[in-house]
């Protein structure tokens, strides 16, 4: 017997998949992969050095606001080029 990731697969669970994938499946109910959008295109990852102070600052913020610390740079970057 055949085993994914340790889980015991039989010859009828192979055939009941390709069955199924033959048939074919609704492209609009399959799960989306990747990251949300953020705004009009693609994004791009940019590094930033901070030292240990502002980090923890940041972090400490971003925590108290239910932020990720990345929301928060983008939030603090909005306000600083508005």
């Known amino acids: 017997m055949e085993t994914i990731?340790?889980?015991?697969?039989?010859d009828e669970d192979i055939q009941g998949w390709a069955d199924e994938a033959e048939r074919g499946y609704d492209v609009a109910r399959l799960r989306k992969r990747g990251r949300k959008p953020m705004g009009d295109g693609p994004?791009?990852?940019?590094?930033?050095?901070l030292d240990d102070d502002l980090l923890r600052t940041l972090d400490e913020r971003a925590h108290h606001n239910h932020v990720s610390r990345s929301e928060a740079i983008r939030e603090a970057i909005r306000?600083?080029?508005s």
Do not use: D, E, N
């Open 5 to 10: 990731k340790g889980i015991p697969v039989t």
């Open 43 to 49: 994004a791009k990852v940019v590094p930033v050095r």
């Open 79 to 81: 306000a600083y080029v």
